[in-house]
C-alpha cells in the first residue's frame, strides 16, 4: 500500500529535512518511505491533496495516566491536603482502588481520545486499577488497538494495598510482558508506583521475577518529592535511585520519572545504567513538588510527559516553558521544551518499540499530525517552535502506522460521541464510589 500526501508544509524538528514550505510524503506499508519535492507522477495506491496544511511528526507522551482520565472535574477532597502524600491518600490513591473494569475501559477509552485529538500518537501509560488488577493491561493494549494508537503499558506495584495485590500486580506485568514482548505497537513495561510504598522484600522479589525475563525495563516515579528520597536514605540507601540499582532493577529500557529531587549519585546511575529520565512539569507545578533542575533535565536528555494532567503534548511543553519562566531571573538559561517533545521523546519511544518513531525521516512510522493551520505571520525553519507551541492548536487529521484515524476532524473506525458518552456515565459512578471509600 502506498499513499502521497501532496501539497503540504512539512515540520519535521530535528530530523533530515528540518522544514519544507510545500512538498510531498510517500508512505509503503505504514512506513515513511520519502519526503521533499516529489515526482507527483509516482506510482501510488492513494494521492491525498492537503491543500497546504501543515504537517508535523504524530507526539509522544511520555508519562501517561490514562486511568486518571475520568478525574476532569472531580470534587476536591475535603481534607485540604497540605503535602504531597497527603494528595496521594485523598485523591489518588481512592480514585485508583474504586476504578473497575468498566471504568477502566471508559478511562482508556477517553483518554487515549483526548491524545488522538492533540495528535499524540504514542502513549507510554503508568496504569493503577487496585481492584481490577487481573487483565487490566490486556484491556489497555485492545482498546489501544481499536483506537490505534502506540501503547506502552505497565502496572503499579504497590505495598499499600496488601501483600495479595501486590503479587497479582506483579503477576499482571509478568503476563502482559511476556505476551507482548514482540508486539510492535504494544510495549510492555514492569510498573512500580514508587520506592517510598515498596518494602526490600518487594524490591527483591520484583528482581527474582526478573532474572528470568529478558527484554524488560521498569517504569517508576522517582524522587518526585524529598519524601522520596529521605524514605530511601533512611532505609541505608544514597538514594532513590542507589536503592532501585541495589536490586538490579535499573537498566537501558528503564523509565524514571520526575527526578525532582535527585541528588549527584542519582544522575551517575541514570547514567551509569541508561535509564531515561521523562520530566512532566504541569503535574509538579500542580502537586507543589518542586522544579527540576535545568542540569538534570539537559544532562540526562530528558523526555516529557503530563503524568495524566493532560492529553495535548503542545500545551505541556509551552506550560513547561512558562513554569520555568516564571522561576527564573531575566537573562537565566532555561529549558528548551521542544526539544524534550521533538527530539528526546522519538529517542525514547525508538529505544522502547524497538522501531522508529517521531519524526519523519525516512524508515520511521507514518505517525502524522496534519494542522489546517493559518499562520498570520511568515512560517519558516527558524520559527517553527514559536508557531508550534503559541500558534497550532488541534490537528484536522491523525494518521497512525499509515492509517488515518481521524480525517476532517472526524474519527475513523468508531462513533466518538458514544464513547465520551459511556465515559461522563461511568465517572458519576465513579465519583459515587470514591465518596464511600
Ligand atoms: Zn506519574
Redesign the pocket.
Known amino acids: 500500500m502506498r499513499t502521497l500526501l501532496n501539497n503540504c508544509r512539512i515540520i519535521n524538528p530535528y530530523g533530515e529535512i528540518p522544514f519544507l514550505d510545500n512538498g510531498s510524503i510517500l508512505i509503503e506499508n505504514g512506513i515513511i518511505k520519502k519526503l521533499g519535492l516529489l515526482d507527483s507522477s509516482i506510482q501510488v495506491d492513494e494521492t491525498v491533496d492537503l491543500a497546504g496544511k501543515t504537517v508535523l511528526p504524530g507526539m509522544i507522551n511520555a ?1 501517561a ?1 490514562l486511568y486518571s482520565a475520568l478525574a476532569v472535574g472531580m470534587p476536591f477532597p475535603t481534607g485540604n491536603p497540605t503535602n504531597f502524600t497527603e494528595v496521594l491518600e485523598q485523591v489518588w490513591w481512592i480514585l485508583d482502588l474504586a476504578l473497575d473494569k468498566d471504568s477502566t475501559r471508559a478511562s482508556y477509552e477517553s483518554g487515549l481520545i483526548d491524545h488522538l485529538r492533540h495528535g499524540v500518537t504514542t502513549v507510554i501509560d ?1 496504569h493503577s486499577s487496585q481492584s481490577f488488577i487481573n487483565g487490566s493491561l490486556q484491556l489497555l493494549a485492545e482498546t489501544a488497538e481499536k483506537l490505534g494508537v502506540n501503547i506502552s503499558g505497565a502496572f503499579e506495584m504497590t505495598d499499600r494495598n496488601g501483600e495479595k495485590t501486590f503479587q497479582e500486580s506483579l503477576n499482571e506485568n509478568i503476563s502482559f510482558h511476556r505476551s507482548f514482548d514482540q508486539s510492535n505497537n504494544i510495549r510492555p513495561l514492569i510498573g512500580l508506583h514508587a520506592s517510598f510504598t515498596l518494602s526490600d522484600e518487594s524490591l527483591q522479589a520484583i528482581s527474582d521475577v526478573l532474572k528470568v525475563e529478558s527484554h524488560w525495563g521498569i517504569h517508576i ?1 522517582t524522587a518526585e518529592d524529598k519524601a522520596d528520597q529521605l524514605d530511601a536514605v533512611s532505609r541505608g540507601y544514597k538514594s532513590t535511585l542507589d536503592r532501585l540499582n541495589h536490586f538490579g532493577l535499573l537498566n537501558e529500557n528503564s523509565l524514571v ?1 520526575h527526578g525532582i529531587h535527585f541528588v549527584e549519585e542519582d544522575l551517575k546511575i541514570a547514567k551509569d545504567t541508561g535509564a531515561m529520565l521523562v520530566h512532566n512539569p504541569s503535574s509538579n507545578a500542580n502537586n507543589r513538588v518542586g522544579m527540576t533542575p535545568n542540569e538534570t533535565i539537559q544532562q540526562l536528555k530528558s523526555g516529557l510527559g503530563t ?2 494532567m493532560q492529553g495535548n503534548m503542545l500545551a505541556e511543553a509551552k506550560e513547561g516553558t512558562l513554569i520555568r519562566s516564571g522561576h527564573l531571573a531575566g537573562g537565566a538559561a532555561s529549558v528548551n521544551y521542544a526539544e524534550l517533545l521533538f527530539k528526546n521523546n522519538p529517542e525514547i519511544a525508538t529505544k522502547l518499540f524497538g522501531r522508529k518513531i517521531g519524526k519523519l525521516d525516512p524508515g520511521y512510522a507514518a505517525d502524522l499530525v496534519i494542522f489546517d493551520y493559518i499562520p498570520r505571520t511568515e512560517f519558516n525553519g527558524n520559527n517553527w517552535i514559536g508557531h508550534t507551541l503559541f500558534g497550532m492548536e488541534k490537528p484536522s487529521d491523525v494518521m497512525t502506522n499509515g492509517i488515518f484515524r481521524i480525517r476532517n476532524n472526524e474519527f475513523i473506525g468508531f462513533n466518538e460521541k458514544d464513547l465520551i458518552k459511556n465515559a461522563e456515565n461511568q465517572s458519576q459512578q465513579l465519583w459515587q464510589k470514591m465518596e464511600k471509600i
Do not use: L, V, Y
Open positions: 508519562h495516566h503508568h516515579h520519572i503524568d495524566g
